[in-house]
């Protein structure tokens, strides 16, 4: 068990549709990290967090935006779904050192019908 | 961007054996962290081992291993006496180390499916 808790493990829905996805990071990590993985990209970091900023974007879509909470939980929001946004989406953490160690979460596997 | 490139799409072992999966990748920086991670069916992403590119000597944890060629920009994971429990998708992931950079931003490989055979 890495520590980092992400829900629901499982999401279906429809195109179209806006759906939110919900990190909880390791105690005392302050560095929160989105990255997609699906069968067509592979996985691509999607955007940091730290203490509640946004540090770092990647290859985020526009339809996709996302915060981090005081209480460092992190939310990833996904709107007007597309069927190629169906992928299994991680959240990892860190303390944010130069001694990079980032724990992953066990992922929401997103599928859009 | 930096890119990684894993060329063997799926490798199989059979128990006890050793299997090596290739990981190859481009950067013009000096500065760097190497990774391996393991994906396991149940989709969890584990940190294997890591390299940093100033060390030449090459890391190890218990039965994996690493071939890290600098000048070559390889980095193969080598696994000792492989057990069933090491069955899993292996990716390569390259971070930079240059200052400023986004410390926890992976650029990964495609993956390697590892099959053990009993």
């Known amino acids: 068990d890495s520590g980092v808790t992400q829900t629901p493990k499982h999401l279906i829905t429809a195109t179209g549709q806006r759906v939110t996805l919900r990190c909880s990071p390791r105690?005392?990590?302050?560095?929160v990290y989105w990255y997609q993985q699906s069968l067509d990209q592979g996985l691509q970091f999607l955007i940091q967090?730290?203490?509640?900023?946004?540090?770092a974007k990647g290859n985020i879509l526009e339809r996709f935006s996302a915060q981090q909470f005081p209480d460092l939980h992190s939310e990833l929001n996904l709107s007007s779904l597309e069927l190629g946004d169906s992928a299994l989406y991680f959240c990892?953490?860190?303390?944010?050192?130069?001694?990079?160690?980032?724990?992953f979460g066990s992922g929401t596997q997103l599928s859009v019908l | 961007a930096q890119t990684v490139t894993q060329s063997q799409p799926e490798m199989s072992v059979q128990e006890a054996e050793t299997v090596t999966l290739s990981c190859t990748y481009d950067?013009?920086?000096?500065?760097?962290?190497l990774f391996w991670y393991k994906q396991p069916p149940s989709r969890q992403m584990i940190l294997v081992i890591r390299?940093?590119?100033?060390?030449?000597q090459n890391a190890t944890e218990n039965r994996f291993s690493v071939n890290f060629q600098k000048a070559a920009k390889s980095f193969s994971l080598k696994i000792s006496d492989s057990q069933l429990g090491d069955a899993a998708m292996y990716f390569c992931a390259y971070r930079s180390g240059l200052r400023g950079s986004t410390l926890g931003r992976l650029y990964f490989g495609r993956g390697t499916q590892l099959t053990v055979w009993p």
């Open positions: 990892a953490s860190s303390v944010a050192t130069a001694d990079e160690k980032l724990f």
């Open positions: 105690s005392g990590d302050l560095s």
């Open positions: 950067t013009s920086e000096s500065d760097y962290y």
């Open positions: 967090y730290y203490n509640g900023e946004e540090r």
């Open positions: 390299q940093e590119a100033y060390k030449q």
